[in-house]
């Protein structure tokens, strides 16, 4: 990997002077100039045909949905909280003085009334995840300090199950960490665990929580510097890069949720999801692993991805029985199954997939009900009506990460177990992905004892399918452990501003002329932006014009953009 070389254009740089071709020449000579710059690879990976302007927030900065304001109540270990204030030049002083947080501490426990947090950028608590390969017969045991993308985990099981690579993998298998890179032995399944937010920022505020994890570690090949080599970094993109081994500039998944504006308000499309039960994947637009290892074993291998966001169980799992175009394989109804909000059961598309019949016996609201009958936390008796308006508490809590893990290992039980399919010669794949560090981590910032609990419950999860796996094939499965991104740190401890796109929409419509209606974004996700090209040219607003907007926008009196980055820069330097 090359260093470190870029650096972003300075923020006041003047774009009225002078012609736009020369400037556009000036910018082009300057990133020429540089080689194949580290810090930009992210933006250059993540190039899709309507997309214009990358945002780059200041460090410790959150854009997001209006989410992000709201209130919550979150507990912190004093020592953790003074350790973390200190790498961000503050102290437990800050936060005292801050009446809108209710400051108070009993017994080295701190209570503080906070706000949310989130991920999207290119910054490393952001983008800094584990990789963790772990089946004996096939990898090395070593920790390898190389810098890895997410994209380098199929390519790699590709090798092993000497399969084709998927249509969108541009990056190569890691020969180097297989024992025998020439050996036939095929596993009879590879397991792939996601710990959604479980990025390294998570080890390393809970550095004795993850057990298991650090046990499996020790006998697998350890990628401590890998990282999400794209944006936005969300779950949706992360999750379609360890299914696919592709890049957004290939899959064209960008982001969770696509953000326009309709009559003055803030319309949402989730990424995939048509509703709850009814789901496009075409707009994953490669291959996966999934639907090219199952296609060429005549559809004999299963095939199980579980998450409780679909955005994730379909990244990494694939198309089941639709055909995509570009798409040479032809798939059959794989176990691709999520959460519905309405009535907390497991439910699945199926037009594409299966529904694993045992998944019934599992349901949020009861599992909630029954194992916290006066509630959790501070969140009072649960009140049956109330249960849905009450998910992201929910899946933050370690009886949810609990029922998940209970309902995998009951899916691989009936659904390859107890059939012989794992006898029968065909490597079965299985995705999970725990997301309660997720909910946690955005509800009360990773930092909180919160999220360390529900940490704790998800290495216990893993450590239970681990032995499950032992149990049942022995050290003929592989086993691989990631993340679909970090997250920043809870802007109360960072100093971080927040901000919500709805803002980044009125500021840049407030170029239009009197009277003029329309929107000057056709769409955004968090941190990219597709302009209305067509009302630019109608009004002679220029796309520097947007980006002076853009990077003008403060709060708290500070800029909360450090840079803007124009995709038509990015794209002259060449795609690495
Ligand atoms: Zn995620």
Redesign the pocket.
């Known amino acids: 990997m090359n260093p470190i070389s870029y650096k972003f254009t300075k923020r006041n740089q003047k774009f009225s002077l002078g012609p736009q071709s020369l400037l556009f020449l000036s910018l082009l000579l300057f990133f020429l100039g540089c080689k194949a710059p580290e810090d930009i690879s992210s933006f250059k990976h993540s190039l899709r045909d309507d997309i214009d302007l990358y945002l780059v927030p200041e460090k410790f900065n959150v854009l997001e949905s209006t989410w992000i304001n709201l209130q919550n109540t979150g507990t912190y270990l004093r020592s953790d909280l003074v350790k973390h204030l200190k790498s961000y030049g503050r102290t437990i002083e800050d936060l005292q003085g801050d009446p809108e947080l209710e400051y108070s501490e009993k017994d080295d426990i701190v209570t503080m009334k906070i706000r949310k947090t989130s991920h999207s950028t290119h910054y490393p608590y952001d983008t800094n995840i584990p990789i963790i390969f772990h089946g004996e017969k096939w990898f090395k045991i070593e920790e390898n300090s190389d810098v890895i993308n997410q994209q380098h985990i199929v390519p790699t099981l590709a090798k092993i199950m000497k399969v084709r690579n998927p249509n969108g993998v541009e990056t190569s298998a890691i020969t180097k960490i297989l024992k025998n890179p020439n050996s036939t032995e095929k596993p009879d399944i590879i397991v792939t665990i996601v710990v ?2 479980g990025g390294q920022q998570y080890y390393k505020a809970h550095p004795d929580i993850p057990k298991n994890i650090e046990l499996i570690k020790k006998t697998s090949t350890y990628f401590p510097n890998a990282r999400v080599g794209h944006v936005d970094s ?2 949706a993109v ?1 999750h379609a890069a360890i299914g696919t081994g592709a890049y957004p500039i290939k899959t064209s998944v960008v982001g969770n949720t696509f953000f326009r504006l309709e009559d003055g308000k803030i319309v949402k499309n989730e990424i995939y999801a048509t509703s709850e039960i009814e789901v496009n994947t075409e707009e994953l637009k490669t291959e996966t692993f999934a639907d090219v290892l199952d296609f060429e074993n005549g559809n004999l291998s299963e095939v199980i991805s579980q998450c409780y966001a679909l955005r ?1 169980s379909i990244g990494m799992a694939g198309h089941g029985s639709l055909q995509i175009k570009n798409g040479t394989y032809n798939g059959d109804k794989d176990f691709v199954y999520w959460l519905a909000h309405k009535d907390g059961a497991w439910v699945t598309d199926s037009r594409y997939y299966t529904l694993p019949p045992k998944s019934s016996e599992f349901n949020v609201y009861d599992n909630y009900t029954k194992e916290y009958p006066n509630g959790w936390k501070q969140y009072g008796k649960p009140n049956k009506d109330s249960l849905p308006s009450m998910w992201n508490e929910i899946m933050a809590t370690p009886a949810q990460v609990r029922m998940e893990g209970e309902t995998f290992r009951r899916t691989l039980q009936t659904m390859i177990l107890d059939t012989g399919k794992h006898k029968d010669g065909h490597t079965d794949l299985a995705y999970l992905t725990l ?1 309660g560090t ?1 909910a946690a981590g955005h509800g009360f910032g990773w930092e909180s004892l919160e999220a360390k609990e529900v940490f704790a419950e998800t290495d216990r999860q893993i450590g239970l399918i681990h032995e499950m796996l032992k149990k049942n094939y022995g050290d003929n499965f592989i086993l691989v452990i990631t993340a ?2 970090g997250c920043a740190p809870l802007p109360e401890i960072s100093g971080g501003l927040r901000l919500t796109v709805d803002e980044v929409f009125k500021e840049v419509n407030s170029l239009l002329p009197a009277g003029k209606t329309g929107n000057l974004i056709n769409f955004m996700t968090v941190g990219q932006i597709s302009l209305n090209h067509d009302l630019m040219k109608e009004t002679g607003i220029t796309e520097e014009a947007i980006r002076g907007k853009i990077l003008s926008i403060s709060v708290k009196g500070r800029n909360f953009f450090k840079d803007v980055l124009f995709k038509k820069n990015l794209v002259s330097i060449k795609h690495d």
């Open positions: 959604d937010q969300h779950t992360g994730a997301k997720d679909d991104h």
